[in-house]
């Protein structure tokens, strides 16, 4: 491959040696740079809390859907599968505001966090485990979406049974990267954020 560089206005003979080699340089950088690897958002990282609400706060509400089937979510990803990557506890940022539930009455049911490319745009599954409660805690199931377009936007699905009282918080809003964001329901609520990772996709 050939490449034509032209010089207006310089006489090549009378070019200092300082000259050809800035020249040089100039060219180098014009065909190299375009070639260099560029810094990419290449996802999101999602952290969410599921706590309940005191009873004083929020009464249980008997609703009439809890003689119907849950929602069908399994078109929905489990976080450490299916290129969702789980989140370990250590790299949690939201400890500190879990242990202010603690201290403030509320029982954490669901503590869990992920990381998904921008490109993926499938729900990810939220269910709660056993805990130290026992069955005597509520249970949690659901899911999240991210949508991403002008705006971030989260789409929030799930349903807390504790024995016949079923409540759910069905939400969509407009998030901001790494603002605490509430989600309220009546038995329960929920505190998510979204920070960016960078890489390669």
């Avoid at 014009?30 to 309940?52: M, R, W």
Wanted: glycine share 8%; aromatic share 6%; charged share 25%.
């Amino acid at each position: 491959m050939v490449f034509n560089v032209q010089f207006n206005d310089v006489c090549l003979m009378d070019m200092t040696k300082e000259n050809f080699w800035r020249a040089g340089l100039l060219a180098l950088a014009v065909f190299i740079s375009p070639t260099l690897p560029a810094a990419a958002d290449s996802g999101y990282q999602v952290e969410i809390i599921v706590f309940e609400r005191n009873a004083k706060d929020a009464a249980a509400i008997h609703d009439e859907s809890n003689n119907k089937p849950p929602p069908d979510y399994s078109n929905a990803v489990i976080p450490g599968t299916d290129n969702i990557g789980l989140l370990t506890p250590k790299r949690f940022q939201l400890s500190g505001a879990e242990q202010k539930l603690k201290r403030s009455g509320r029982t954490t049911l669901v503590h869990t966090g992920w990381i998904q490319r921008r490109s993926e745009s499938r729900a990810v599954r939220i269910t709660s485990t056993a805990t130290e409660a026992g069955d005597a805690t509520p249970s949690v199931d659901g899911a999240m979406r991210l949508k991403v377009g002008e705006l971030l936007n989260v789409g929030v699905d799930l349903t807390c049974r504790d024995g016949g009282d079923v409540t759910s918080i069905i939400e969509t809003r407009a998030v901001k990267f790494g603002e605490l964001h509430y989600f309220d329901g009546d038995q329960f609520g929920v505190l998510m954020q979204v920070t960016r990772t960078t890489g390669s996709e």
